[in-house]
């Protein structure tokens, strides 16, 4: 084996017990990630993108659970693992950024003592040790006066100095692969960008993978190496990120990207898709886009069309059938 | 600044439908007199909204753009009257705008929140009704469910949806259900507040086509407010950027986006991230958004700014036309007089 | 696309309703609540006897233990008190004088608390901090003490009290002890509803604060009010016992559970336990059901725990 994966994904299947019925979140979701390659995970709201999140590092919230499919870390298989051991995972080989820097950073104590309490819960420090790593990781994020402002308090930084703490705490035990869920969606444009930028150049300064998780194709398109699209709780497309963003194969990709307003030009109309994504109960069958595809046929309302390849991507759509494209 | 503007303004007076002059609004967020006292702490005071000034024409859409703590928010409640201002007026079709109820039949807000915007025990058709019972407009009965079937299927929804619940909606749809209630009594005037940040891309791409729509069949006006650039591009005719309460460059869209003066404008256009890689060679952007108790002296821009000297540190500049000679708006910037800002590459 | 056909059927299909039909711990405590209320709306066709009527005791039937006992009879199920009051009855009357006072007392608190709330939270300013330390000085009394002050206060003022203002007293004393926390939980959810996109709508709309109140902002803080409300009233009823218990309740002539646990502690060394017990076991039973309706009420509510 020449290249092994970090990070594969095979059949993942989330469900939700409710006094309705077993909902399905998410639908054999299969995706992988090699060492140092930033994927995008890009979705409207509903398509499962930040489940598919929180499920690889082992955070879903009950009574949502992992009901089939399986999740490989370095070729370990870490989907059935216990709380503790994913706690041992958590922090040292999976690093999480959240949305709200608020919710991942503890009010009470200092932003020092916990990178510190990070770094020493996975790595064999000494406490002067861990404080000066603390220190030089603050430094790298662009805090300014790391060596002061290490004992200062979350609500005493801004929201994008908060953010940049909040890499620094991810990566504080040289993580193999970063899961960022909307790391900039709460932030201002001019403060999204400097983020963006830097969660990008230090991870690919310690070789570590990311999964960025967010709704912004901007973002996605600057940042990431491959993309997969996500709607009603499956993958439509993936692949390389010039390729989906600007030759997609699925017809909601190719919805979605015209439907983004342009900052360069002027238009009369924004290209919209009709109707809406259908919820977790009403999924239809076939394809779950079909109601809405404009270029939907018998087979699709049929059945349910996999990951086919599409030039240089993969699209989970009939009309890439090498019978229909012949 | 008045006569400044109508003597360049190519558009009768007549013709502007809002006019704002010199709006302020201070909030005072001091500690109570008592604890100052002990304390010797001095008052703050947060200038929202610092001397702003503008005009909308009649049919047209002015968008606001700015990031957090621009005031922009703010600036949309002063203009329905939600606050009263500190200094300063609106004029509404020539007459000053304090919170009438006549005036309040022609000026509707649309708000950010599409979960908070609608009362979740009320009934939709209840929702939409409210405007038109307050005002007079119709009485309860079969004439009222009619109009507000009316209303609701003029934005996309189902007449039958009026006896149900906010909770069943969509966010998108709930953005419709907001919409029909501000149009319910026929205004002239509507101050979206950053209606679609919250919706998805192409949710937001039908709330938009919806909302231009409703401007070209009604001949309404709106003050658009938005952090987002390429969606002001998409709805604005003019556009109005706001840094720490104040407007710093103001001008008609194809100017804005085409060339634009303002080193802040620059840098938004700058730090969006871009789909397509166009080859333009990007302002490193510096530092953050400084607090708003607290703004830099003269230019509040200057600390940020690459083109910032002594005078930017001392000296607030004015609004002045952008482009000498031209009606291509305003832009409140030092460097831009002195002809020390060169033309930024497309 | 259905319209809901009625609003019974649609809260019995809504989430709450369905967390009450599974749950039977709830489902149990319902029906003895409705039961006990039932029976004490109902007393005087339910109760076997009257027992206040003088007219109908037989003194020869005094102290009969219950019937189940030897030397009891089933004329008198659960036994007769010293003068020979059917205790059955005297229960069943019991629990609808506490009942009463218990139920009345949670709606008067309930109408100023949730009124005084709404005014301070929508108000704000001085009128807001008036009452909020309003609230501090009437928390930092005991209930029991406040309780027992203007019951005293009352019959010094009103020596021969006839017996609705005895109980009008009685019922002020309680209500005044209780309408601070629905006021400062109203007052807290009003802070956060009025910030609200609905509420700036509706100021925009040109709709009167009085009617945003009451239309807008009333139906949207009453949900942690009503559970409040349910636990507190079987609070109020124990407040009542205690104070009857004590003596400073309700007259003599209209025993509530209080005053029969507290006529039947006397017998309780003679022997003669079934006096106090019986109407203990009721005020416990009426209690607990309360509580536990309460509880199920609040986790119901509670959108998190679903």
Known sequence: MTHMNLLEVNNLVVEFATRRGLLRALDGVSLTIAPGEILGVVGESGAGKSLTGAAIIGLLDPPGRITSGEIHLAGERIDQYSEDQLRGIRGRRIGAIFQDPLASLDPLYSIGHQLIETIRTHLPLTAGQARQRAIELLEETGIPAAAERINHYPHQFSGGMRQRVVIALALAAEPQLVIADEPTTALDVSIQAQVIGLLKRICQDRGAAVMLITHDMGVIAETCDRVAVMYAGRIVEIGPVQQVIHSPAHPYTVGLMASIPDLETDLERLAQIDGAMPRLDAIPPGCAFHPRCPRAFERCRLERPELLDANTSRAACWLHAPEHVA | MNAAMNASSRIQPGEHLVQVEGLSKTFDLSASWLSRLLSGRQASLLHAVDDVSFTIARGTTLAIVGESGCGKSTLARLLVGLHPPTKGRVLFDGTDNALARPLSQRIQMIFQDPYASLDPRWMVG??????????????????????????????????????????????????????????????????????????DVSVQAQVLNLMRDLQRDRGLTYLFISHNLAVVRFVADSVGVMYLGRLVEWAPKSRLFSRPQHPYTRMLLDAIPKLRDTGRSRTPVQGEVPDPLNPPSGCAFHPRCPLANERCQQERPQLIAAEAGTDTGRVACHAVQEGRIGFSGT | MSQPSNPITRWLDSDVGYSLRNSPVAMAAAVVAFVCLFCAVFAGWVAPQDPFDLATLELADARQPPSWLEGGSPKYWLGTDDQGRDILSAVIHGARISLIVGLTSVALSLLIGVALGLLAGFLGGWIDALLMRLCDVMLSFPAILVALLIAGVGRALFPNAHTPVAFGVLIVSITLTGWVQYARTVRGSTLVERDKEYVQAARLIGVSPLRILRRHVLPNVLGPVLVLATIQVATAILTEATLSFLGVGVPPTSPSLGTLIRVGNDYLFSGEWWITVFPGAMLIIIALSINLLGDWLRDALNPRLR
């Open chain 2, 126 to 199: 209840d929702i939409v009704a409210e405007p038109l019972l307050e005002h007079g407009l119709a009485s309860p009965g079969p004439e009222l469910q009619q109009r507000v079937s009316t209303l609701l299927e003029s934005v996309g929804l189902s007449g039958s949806d009026l006896s149900r619940f906010p909770h069943q909606f969509s966010g998108g749809q709930r953005q419709r259900i907001s919409i029909a209630r501000a149009l319910a009594t026929e205004p002239d005037f509507l101050v979206c507040d950053e209606p679609t940040s919250a919706l």
